[in-house]
């Protein structure tokens, strides 16, 4: 089955610095990419997906880059802001339409 | 509007009490899902239903007890539950279709099982 591997597991970035967070994925026949934020008693939010026959999107401060050959795919946050601290899920969606997670990574803006 | 709501957003009960956790979409999506979420964890998939019909179990023990009754609404009845099983239930709806793919999470239902 898929693995979804996220690293590191926290990170801190001053206010108005860029953030990037890296997934590395296994399944080559993994086709779909969101990326979830998930606040302090929350359910997770979808903030940006990425399908495999594209490799760049950008909404505003977020963009997500695929690199299929590579299997990893990233999320990069610029001018972040106290409330883009949260916790960040990657995910990758094979045929079955089933989500495989990464572990998450704690994102920590420093005012 | 892609909105997943939960009810109750909190529940406290003893390990011999029945309760049921209600999820309910109105977006169409004829996907539904289980997840279990413990602290400082990704969500853990339970159940999958598609069309009203359960398609995946994930190896799930028989104190969870799913149901979809229509394609608005998703429950998982609960009985006998051990104190392990606290934590933040969470239902999701996705689409069905071509690149339908997207998951959509409701706010979940924060479990404590004393």
């Known amino acids: 089955g898929e693995n979804v591997e996220q690293h590191p597991s926290t990170l801190s970035v001053q206010e108005g610095d860029s953030a990037v967070i890296k997934c590395t994925y296994s399944d080559s026949a993994s086709n779909y990419f969101p990326w979830y934020k998930q606040e302090l008693g929350k359910g997770p939010q979808l903030i940006i997906d990425?399908?495999?026959?594209?490799g760049e999107k950008k909404d505003q401060r977020i963009a997500v880059t695929l690199n299929k050959t590579a299997k990893h795919f990233s999320l990069h946050i610029t001018e972040t802001q106290p409330e883009d601290s949260a916790v960040y899920f990657c995910?990758?969606?094979?045929?079955?339409?089933?989500?495989?997670f990464g572990k998450g990574i704690t994102l920590s803006v420093r005012p | 509007d892609t909105e997943v709501t939960q009810t109750p957003k909190h529940l406290v009960m003893g390990m011999t009490n029945k309760k049921s956790l209600k999820c309910e979409q109105h977006m169409g999506h004829r996907a539904m899902y289980w997840y279990k979420q413990k602290a400082k964890k990704p969500p853990e998939l339970m159940f999958v239903y598609s069309y009203e019909k359960l398609s995946i179990n994930e190896s799930v023990p028989s104190r969870f007890s799913p149901e979809c009754p229509n394609s608005s609404l998703l429950n998982l009845h609960l009985h006998a539950l051990q104190p392990e099983d606290s934590a933040l239930y969470l239902c999701?709806?996705?689409?069905?279709?071509?690149?339908?793919?997207?998951?959509?999470f409701g706010p979940g239902t924060r479990l404590t099982v004393l």
């Open positions: 995910a990758a969606t094979g045929a079955n339409s089933k989500l495989t």
């Open positions: 990425i399908r495999s026959n594209v």
């Open positions: 999701a709806s996705r689409p069905t279709g071509i690149l339908t793919d997207t998951q959509y």
